[in-house]
């Protein structure tokens, strides 16, 4: 941007084109083998005091996790806090980073020469960015309606969202390769069964789907693009008909009978979809430029020198 034209950046607008597909996609899970589920206790449950999780004689306190929750996006913390997996690998590699430095630190590492230059750098680099984001407060009310619109017009192009589907499936396990031709034939019967009455699809994945997470909601993987699909799958669901049922398809976990329940082409997203992430990234942009404003403003309050021959000899040594 520049004065007053207020759009978007080439990278504002790239950073949000990636992201429209993710963020307008109303459904989450694919077309795959059935996984067990976890569920996590509330974080919110531990103690404040005390070790969360300890490795002999290193630990990870409650506050430590909060910390990173805390910077995290809202969407990414509450992703982590739903995925016990995640949060306990997270532990798990805190507390082996501990171990690690502990060692370090009992062979004097700290106090190597090229690892005190390299702290005093990242601390320098720390203080900058942390006193130029303190120097280079956005306005409360920046972006206002017309600047965002004017941003959301100039990017356009680029808000499209892909098409949606939503599919439903019949999944039959294969456990070894023993079980491989008895399945594949049970798939094709309830693949005729089904092609013969699509309106009972739900009802035969009730009944025979081993996946239950698919069976709990008839069937229904809710909307979502090609790409997060089995790739065994996608080219099936591309050429299938709304309301119709394809042939067995198998994949390295097993055999999916699958019905297209409904079909959405590509559009462009409204602004009202992108005005929080639209919003931030303009934010952002404007913050970088009052930065590097203030930075080149400190060039002007003295006279700046540069000795041309020590430049010179200092290249040379570098060769």
């Not at 206002?144 to 589907?165: H, I, R, V």
């Not at 019949?170 to 013969?196: I, Y």
């Not at 404007?286 to 309050?301: F, H, P, S, V, W």
Request: proline share 6%.
């Amino acid at each position: 941007m520049k004065k007053r034209t207020l759009v978007a950046s080439a990278g504002a607008v790239l950073l949000l084109a990636g992201a429209v597909s993710l963020a307008l996609r109303p459904g989450s899970d694919p077309v795959a083998a059935p996984h067990a589920a976890t569920s996590a206790a509330p974080l919110d449950s531990t103690a404040s005091s005390g070790a969360l999780a300890r490795l002999g004689t290193q630990s990870v306190t409650p506050e430590e996790l909060k910390a990173l929750l805390a910077t995290l996006p809202d969407e990414s913390r509450e992703q982590l806090r739903g995925n016990r997996a995640a949060l306990e690998n997270w532990l798990r590699a805190r507390l082996a980073e501990k171990a690690v430095l502990q060692q370090a630190d009992n062979q004097g590492w700290r106090q190597r020469p090229e690892i005190e230059r390299q702290t005093r750098a990242a601390t320098e680099q720390i203080v900058l960015r942390d006193y130029l984001r303190s120097v280079s407060q956005v306005p409360a009310g920046y972006p206002s309606d017309a600047e965002l619109q004017q941003a959301y017009d100039a990017g356009k192009s680029n808000w499209m969202t892909p098409p949606l589907f939503r599919v439903s499936q019949v999944f039959l396990a294969v456990s070894g390769a023993q079980e491989l031709d008895s399945v594949r034939k049970r798939a094709a019967e309830l693949s005729k069964k089904a092609q013969a009455a699509p309106a009972d699809f739900a009802t035969l994945a009730t009944q025979y789907s081993a996946d239950p997470e698919s069976a709990r909601r008839n069937a229904d993987s809710g909307l979502q693009p090609l790409q997060q699909l089995l790739p065994e799958v996608r080219g099936v669901v591309s050429r299938l008909k709304v309301g119709t049922v394809s042939e067995p398809v198998q994949s390295a976990s097993g055999f999916h009978v699958i019905k297209l329940v409904e079909q959405r082409p590509a559009r462009v997203a409204t602004l009202e979809e992108l005005r929080d992430q639209l919003t931030q990234a303009l934010r952002t942009q404007r913050q970088e430029q009052i930065a590097k404003a203030y930075l080149e403003g400190m060039l002007n309050t003295a006279t700046l020198t540069i000795d041309g021959p020590m430049l010179n000899r200092l290249l040379e040594e570098k060769r």
